[in-house]
């Protein structure tokens, strides 16, 4: 057998393995360990999301059935001009972006969280939980170790804001 089509088809197998887990994490639903019993008490709410990105629809289900108002859906093939324009370091920046009454709510922040944003009402733009944890609303797996949510704000400290 040639070592070239040996090698391809070995690159082949574990690139396709490696999508099929990277798919599979994010289409997962983990929503269920994230339910609350209050609804989030906001009049407006927007999410911005990239096209075909099945987490992020999962999450603003996640996220609208927790909330009083509606959740518009805006996608664009531009998020990070968005992200950008909201003030969102790239260090502190998830796959979708919510403005919700004012505040800023940036990846996959379960409710009970957000809530207490609420409840505070401290004098920042948003939170914001970095990445795509696994077994966070609309991620898939279990969550293993503390997420820490950030501030946002106009400084350029980083401040936490919660672990959880």
């Given at each position: 057998m040639n070592t070239d089509t040996t090698t391809r088809?070995?690159?082949?197998?574990?690139?396709?393995?490696?999508?099929?887990?990277?798919?599979?994490?994010?289409?997962?639903?983990?929503?269920?360990?994230?339910?609350?019993?209050?609804?989030?008490?906001?009049?407006?709410a927007t999410i911005y999301s990239g096209p075909n990105c099945d987490c992020c629809d999962v999450y603003a289900d996640y996220f609208e059935d927790h909330l009083e108002a509606d959740l518009e859906s805006v996608v664009t093939?531009?998020?990070?001009?968005?992200?950008?324009?909201?003030?969102?370091?790239?260090?502190l920046r998830s796959c979708h972006t919510v403005e919700v009454d004012g505040y800023?709510?940036?990846?996959?922040?379960?409710?009970?969280?957000?809530?207490?944003?609420?409840?505070?009402?401290?004098?920042?733009?948003?939170?914001?939980?970095?990445?795509?944890?696994?077994?966070?609303?609309?991620?898939?797996?279990?969550?293993?170790g503390t997420w820490t949510v950030y501030e946002l704000d106009a400084t350029d400290e980083t401040s936490v804001f919660s672990e959880i």
């Amino acid at each position: 057998m040639n070592t070239d089509t040996t090698t391809r088809r070995a690159f082949l197998l574990a690139s396709s393995s490696a999508l099929g887990a990277s798919i599979a994490g994010c289409l997962g639903d983990s929503t269920d360990d994230w339910e609350t019993d209050e609804p989030l008490q906001a009049t407006t709410a927007t999410i911005y999301s990239g096209p075909n990105c099945d987490c992020c629809d999962v999450y603003a289900d996640y996220f609208e059935d927790h909330l009083e108002a509606d959740l518009e859906s805006v996608v664009t093939n531009d998020l990070e001009s968005v992200k950008a324009e909201f003030g969102i370091d790239p260090d502190l920046r998830s796959c979708h972006t919510v403005e919700v009454d004012g505040y800023v709510v940036e990846g996959h922040i379960p409710a009970e969280v957000v809530a207490t944003l609420f409840e505070d009402e401290p004098e920042i733009d948003g939170i914001a939980l970095p990445g795509m944890p696994a077994g966070s609303p609309g991620m898939g797996g279990q969550k293993d170790g503390t997420w820490t949510v950030y501030e946002l704000d106009a400084t350029d400290e980083t401040s936490v804001f919660s672990e959880i």
